[in-house]
C-alpha cells in the first residue's frame, strides 16, 4: 500500500480528481499518480483518468452508471482509487473551495462548524459552493477517519487594499458581504511559485498574470501579492468568458426586468449560461471551435474576448503604476496561440513586443529579450496547490 493524498475539485456534475503520493521529505512536493473526473452525473455519468504521463487509465472496477449524485460518485471512487495498481491508503483529502468569505483567508483543517460556516456563503456562489460543500459533507459520510483541508480560490485575494474591495454601495452593505472578493486565487498562487524558476529565479515585481479558461479572469501582482483582479463580488465579473458576460452596465438588468419582465432565474441563465463567447457567436463557448471557425461571428466573439482582456490588463497595469511581466495560464492562456498574440499586439503600446515563433510554441516565454514587458505562459497547477497546503496543514 502507498500512502496518498486526494484532491478534489467537485462541480454541479462532476468531480475532478487528483491522486498524489507523499514526498520522502517535506522539503519535496507530493508526485502526481493518478489526474481524472466523474462528468455527468445525475444524467449519464462517464469516467476518465490518466496517469501521471498523461496515459489513460482504464476504469475496469469503477461502475458509474448507477451513480446519481456526488455522494455516490466519491462512494465509487474512493473504493477504485484505493484499490488501483499500487493499491494506495489515503491518508488526507484536499478540497478547492470557491469561497471563504471575509474571514477563511488561509487553508483550514475541516470541522463540522467549518462546513456549517462555509455552507453559509452559499448564496455568495451559487454555481460553485454548494457543490464544494457537499462533496465534503460526502467524504465525511464516505470516510470520516480520513483529516481533510479547505483550500479557498478567494484567500489569495485577501491581503488586497480595502480601496480595491470596496463597493460602489451604501457601506452599511458591506456588513452583508457585498465586496470585491476575487477568485482564481489557487491559479495565480501556483503561477507566482511556478513563474521564477523560468526566469532565472525572479519573480517580476509588477505582474499580471490573466487565467483563461471557460471562466476567466485576471489579477494584478506585486511583490506576489495580490493587490487588484477583474472578479469582484461574484465570478460573473470582470473579463468576457466562455458563457459568462464579465463586465456589464447594471442598467441592462433593470431594462430587462422593467421592459421584459425577466426574473431572476431567467437573469441567471442569462448571465451565467447564455453570454460571453457563446452569447456573442451563437455558435459555441469553446474557444477551439471558435478560432477554427470562418463564421464573422466566430470573429467576433474571439476579437471581443481579445480587446476585453487587452483593456482590463491596462487597468490593472495602472494600479501597479507600470508593469515588468504578464502570464497567460489557464486552458485558453496556455493553448491558444492566437488569442495571445492579438491580445499582446494591443498592449505593444504598453512594451509588451511579441516573439511570434515562441508564442507558436507556447513559450514558455514569448517576448524578445528587449521587450519591456517580459510575458510567460505557464500551465496552471491548483491540484498542486491544495496537495501542498494539505500536507503543510497535517504535517505529513
Known amino acids: 500500500m502507498v500512502d496518498a493524498l486526494l484532491v478534489l475539485n467537485a462541480g454541479s456534475s462532476s468531480v475532478k480528481f487528483a491522486v498524489y503520493t507523499l514526498a520522502a521529505t517535506s522539503a519535496d512536493d507530493p508526485t502526481l499518480a493518478l489526474r481524472g473526473q466523474i462528468a455527468g452525473i445525475g444524467t449519464g455519468p462517464v469516467f476518465s483518468a490518466c496517469d501521471a504521463g498523461g496515459k489513460s487509465v482504464d476504469g475496469a ?7 446519481r449524485d456526488h455522494q455516490q ?34 487553508p483550514q483543517i475541516v470541522s463540522a462548524d467549518i462546513l456549517d460556516d462555509l455552507e453559509s456563503l452559499n448564496a455568495l456562489a451559487p454555481h460553485h459552493q454548494p457543490h464544494n460543500v457537499a462533496a465534503m459533507r460526502a467524504v465525511s459520510a464516505s470516510a470520516p477517519h480520513l483529516p481533510q483541508v479547505a483550500c479557498y480560490d478567494t484567500a489569495f485575494h485577501a491581503r488586497q487594499p480595502e480601496l480595491a474591495r470596496r463597493l460602489p454601495l451604501p457601506r452599511e452593505l458591506t456588513q452583508h458581504g457585498l465586496i470585491r472578493y476575487g477568485f482564481h486565487g489557487l491559479s495565480y498562487e501556483y503561477v507566482v511559485s511556478a513563474l521564477p524558476p523560468r526566469n532565472g529565479g525572479v519573480l517580476p515585481q509588477r505582474l499580471i498574470i490573466a487565467h483563461l479558461g471557460n471562466g476567466a479572469s485576471a489579477c494584478a501582482v506585486r511583490d506576489g501579492i495580490s493587490i487588484a483582479t477583474s472578479m469582484g463580488f461574484s465570478t460573473l465579473d470582470g473579463l468576457l468568458m466562455g458563457t459568462r458576460c464579465g463586465h456589464l452596465d447594471p442598467g441592462v438588468l433593470l431594462y430587462l426586468m422593467r421592459e421584459h419582465g425577466q426574473g431572476e432565474a431567467e437573469l441567471t441563465d442569462l448571465l451565467y449560461n447564455r453570454s460571453g463567447l457563446l452569447g456573442i457567436s451563437g455558435i459555441s463557448s469553446d474557444m477551439r471551435e471558435l478560432l477554427n471557425s470562418d463564421s464573422i461571428c466566430a470573429k467576433d466573439a474571439v476579437e471581443q474576448f481579445c ?26 492562456g496556455e493553448h491558444a496561440a492566437a488569442v495571445r498574440a492579438e491580445t499582446c499586439r494591443r498592449l505593444r503600446w504598453l512594451g509588451v513586443d511579441l516573439d511570434d515563433a515562441a508564442n507558436d510554441k507556447n513559450g514558455p516565454c514569448i517576448t524578445r529579450p528587449e521587450s519591456a514587458v517580459q510575458a510567460w505562459v505557464v500551465t496552471t497547477n491548483e491540484e498542486l496547490i491544495i496537495a501542498r497546503h494539505t500536507t503543510a496543514m497535517l504535517n505529513l
Open 307 to 332: 480587446y476585453t482582456l487587452a483593456r482590463e490588463v491596462g487597468s490593472l497595469a495602472t494600479t501597479l503604476e507600470g508593469l515588468d511581466g504578464l502570464v497567460f495560464t489557464g486552458g485558453i
Open 61 to 67: 472496477g469503477l461502475d458509474v452508471a448507477h451513480i
Open 73 to 106: 460518485a466519491l462512494d465509487a471512487l474512493l473504493a477504485w482509487v484505493e484499490g488501483h495498481g499500487e493499491h494506495f491508503r489515503f491518508v488526507a483529502v484536499g478540497h478547492r473551495v470557491v469561497h471563504g468569505g471575509r474571514t477563511h483567508t488561509r
